[in-house]
């Protein structure tokens, strides 16, 4: 190779650069291996004609040894991320892709370069691109975690279901520099929970119509028992009822939360004054229970648009979570609010609250924390979902404040403007401004 180089050098004059060559020399007694870069340089007379090469050899040992120490540690890596299960990417803090496993590839049936240009987000359902996209930005702009479950299409163009996980890894002055991006199959969990939630429907279904005709004896016999004047029966059947509502009312939970999945459940929106939603569900809830005292403090406010019997739903289920999760006291504070963005709702209550691990779980499907006191209640974990999905209807907001043993405050806020601009006033005077500006009742 030597030989070669020289020659060349010597015939074209152009030089030559090598780096980090191994060369074995025999030195103190023994043979020893060495690096070195080496410069190949054309030497030249006063007539421009090449009469030798100049070879300047530096010794780099130590630089060369650490790289291929670097080189070696990057190969595990690299095999170590090509046999795990998940697929990972990583780009840099931009969102640009620079790495994708071999999972990627086996998966898109793509190359690198074509996964590279656009093919990630080719890869993608198009009904999940757009929140994607707007999840990622959001993720980039407050440098929290992504997660996402989505649908990544195959090398047989079938979409398949996955979750995404993507971290942001910052530099020590806190800038993200670098993405990881880990995404793990879910396709049969998938299956699962659509075979799950088949049977949810069906098994509420069937179980909604027996539950009707005991409810007409039931109302029945109270009758019969009023005629009678057999007052002590007729409190036990009242109590029957009252539980069969409670029975009732799960059910309609379990469909409701089968359409929300299916993305069925039916919307029949309009625009209502919200204190006076709040203050009627305030007064229903009240005469079903003697065991707590519901105060309301509601301050003027606007019309809101959107589901009105739904919103009644959400604020119903959250004063009975109160009422539930607070046996050991007496008061519940329902409040409403007008915020800048919108109306508030909010409901207090001085119960066994819910520590800071919940906080965020409390409104996922089928969450119940699982602690033994809080394991005592009776429930099934998806109020929370079902009003947390009403909400998002809305474009609204729902979060908890809580504190273990103290009790817990639920917030909802719905926005004015969602379709389009509110005048500001009383009631009946943004109800004119409205249908002014919208042209149509
Ligand atoms: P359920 O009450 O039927 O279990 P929810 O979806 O309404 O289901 O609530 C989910 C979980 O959140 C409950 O199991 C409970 O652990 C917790 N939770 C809800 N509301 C409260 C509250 N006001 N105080 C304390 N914990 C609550």
């Known amino acids: 190779e030597f030989i070669n180089l020289l020659e060349k050098v010597y015939e074209t ?23 070195y870069n080496f410069v190949y340089q054309a030497q030249k007379n006063l007539k ?10 530096n010794e780099v040992t130590s630089q060369a040894l650490l790289n291929l120490a670097v080189k070696a540690s990057e190969e595990r890596f690299r095999m170590l991320s090509d046999l795990m299960p998940a ?6 803090g931009s969102g640009d892709i620079y790495y994708h496993n ?14 590279k240009l656009d093919g990630f987000y080719k890869l993608m359902h198009p009904d999940e691109l757009d929140e994607y996209q707007s999840r990622f930005s959001e993720a980039a702009a407050t ?23 993507a971290t942001p890894v910052r530099d020590s ?51 019969m028992l009023v005629e009678k004047g057999d007052k002590g029966t007729q409190a036990i059947v009242v109590r029957m009822s009252r539980q069969i509502e409670k029975l009732g009312m799960l059910i309609v939970d379990l469909l409701d939360f089968k359409k929300i999945k299916t993305g069925i459940l039916p919307y029949y929106e309009d625009w209502f004054d919200f ?8 007064a229903d809830s009240q005469t079903a229970i003697s065991s707590h005292q519901i105060e309301l403090q509601l301050e003027p406010g606007e019309p809101v648009f959107g589901d009105k019997q ?36 909010s409901v207090a209550d001085f119960g066994i609250g819910i520590s800071a691990p919940s906080l965020q779980k409390v409104f996922e499907e089928f969450y119940r924390i699982s602690t033994p006191l809080q394991s005592t209640f009776p429930g099934l974990g998806i109020g929370l979902y079902i009003s947390s999905e009403i909400i998002k209807r809305f474009k609204g907001r729902l979060w908890v404040e809580s504190t273990a043993d103290h009790g817990s405050v639920f917030f909802v806020q719905i926005p004015f403007d969602k379709r389009g601009v509110v005048e500001k006033g009383e009631f009946g005077e943004s109800v004119d401004s409205i249908l002014l500006l919208d042209d149509q009742p």
């Open 275 to 282: 204190n006076e939603l709040v203050t009627e569900t305030v």
């Open 48 to 57: 421009d004609e090449i009469t030798g090469v100049a070879v300047i050899a």
């Open 310 to 345: 739904r919103f009644a739903q959400v604020v119903a289920n959250l004063i009975s979570n109160a009422i539930k999760y607070s046996p050991n006291e007496t008061r519940i504070m329902v409040t409403t609010t007008r915020q800048k963005q919108g109306m508030q709702l």
């Open 102 to 115: 071999k999972n990627w590839l086996d998966f898109a049936g793509m190359t690198l370069a074509e996964i």
């Open 143 to 165: 440098g929290n975690n992504l997660e996402m479950e989505m649908r990544f299409m195959n090398r047989t163009s079938e979409y398949i279901w996955h979750l995404t996980l």
């Open 13 to 35: 004059g152009e030089s030559t650069f090598s780096y980090e060559i191994p060369m074995q020399f025999f030195k103190e007694g023994k043979m020893q291996l060495r690096y």
């Open 87 to 92: 697929k990972i990417i990583c780009t840099n």
């Open 173 to 223: 002055t806190g800038k993200i520099f670098m993405w990881i991006g880990v995404t793990t199959e879910i396709q049969k969990i998938k299956e699962e929970e659509r075979l799950k939630d088949n049977f949810i429907a069906l098994a509420s279904h069937e179980l909604r119509t027996p539950l009707t005709s005991i409810k007409g004896f039931c109302q029945v016999l109270e009758l």
